[in-house]
């Protein structure tokens, strides 16, 4: 197949190596010049930085999959649609880390479109193509929100990220939003307070860092790209709110009830383990 | 040196294989049966769970390393120290992860004996001797408080722990509390929040599990020892309670703003790298 990958950072240059492993011609468009040398070197030359060259080579194409931030995703969805020959030929799917407002948006805004929602759970904390690999999407999930009426295009879809080894799991997009602020999302922003609040400690003449393995792992993910979250804040907010409130309740909770003296830490760490080993498990 | 260790869970254990490896040798006391097996199959066999033939082999002791948790050590300190021989023969520090508490013991309870507080920042979620390492310190920053009138009994427990290959750092007993409760016990704590939270969405008929990197390595903590963290928090109850009180408000305020569309994501992030940076890198 002759794929387009509208933005290719790390997920969409990943996806572009993993393509390409299996056949298909892959052609795509990035924003800076140092993305498209970055690309060439990998091998990747028919990539523009041309809006209006892009759409023309969209002319060729199959697929068409959005390597961006939601509402770059919303802009090039209304450009792309907008050629009523471009809207029948392809089949379009997005990557976004929130299905809800993307999901609503192709249903209001493109409703006869070839729109397929999904969601590779890859990542890592670097990004930009330098930082693509293959094997990124191999045995990890990808959720998909399934839409009445796209039952083809879903199927394209399903089947694209199967071959690059993924798990394709159907999920409504709503419950999809929720699951993430409280496994994912609000997770990222309380590595940022973490490591912010570790700022009133810093002592510049230590000969030794005072940090261990819990703080290098509670404060990983806040090395990611703030960029893509202020896009994942915007796009889920009443979820990662809803999140933030409970821990905030809970923590002040806590504070209290060690203070008194009265903290059951056992239970809590019992409890922890409980419900972490649930997840890991699956 | 003939060096007793009381208590040989991960840390005694690893301490002790450390140690035999630079030809002291190793004698201690543990609580279960199963721990003295354990280290019986180590090549541990002077190893008791009788308290009084544990003093008794104390008698040609050269220094005694508690591997307790605090509360632990107060009693073992009382029962050891009440013999003036033994008070007067032995030099004794603890491992404990706070120490302002116990600091403050063995000035009130015990001046005249030769006892130095260290922290050897190491460890796993994994505990028991079974989990021992003979490596678990080398490269590693132990935290020494230093104490007026025991200089000598400091520089012989200083040599201990350089010679496994820590690196040895002088603190002040109120500074490390405060300094801890920010880079790792708040954090410990707050991996449980994060890992109890997540029960509101687990959903035992997703074929997958939805959780990737961010939550395995934000709850891996939680799989630490409820027992020793009970002993922890109770002991840096103050520090631990401000550090959470200060996550519950900003977490508070972040949720405030991301409802109102006006969280400066982008920021947060870039802030939480450059503290991040300044830690891990020292």
Redesign the interface.
Known sequence: MKIFIWGMGLIGASLALALRDKGHQISGAVRSAKSRETLARMGFDRVTSDESEALKMLRDCDMLALGLNVNDCFRIMDLVLADEALAKQLVLFDMCSTKAEICQYAEQQHAGANFVGTHP???KEKQGPEAAEAALFAG??V?ITPRPGAEDATEKVRTLWQSVGA?T?P?DAA?HD???A???H???????????????????T??????????????????????M??SI??SN??N?????????????K???E??D?R???????????L??G?????
């Open positions: 759970m890859a990542g990890q999930t959720f798990l799991v999920i419950v929720r699951t993430m409280y496994v994912s609000g997770l990222h922003l309380t590595a940022c307070l973490i490591s912010n609040l570790s700022a009133e400690v810093f002592d510049a230590l000969p030794v860092s005072p940090v261990a393995g819990s703080y290098r792992d509670m404060t990983r993910v806040a090395m990611s790209s703030g960029e979250w202020q804040t915007d907010r009443e990662i709110a809803a999140w933030l409130t409970q821990l905030s309740e809970r923590s002040a806590l504070a209290e060690i203070r003296g903290a059951n830490v056992r239970k809590l760490f019992a409890d922890a383990e419900i972490r649930k997840f890991m498990r699956t």
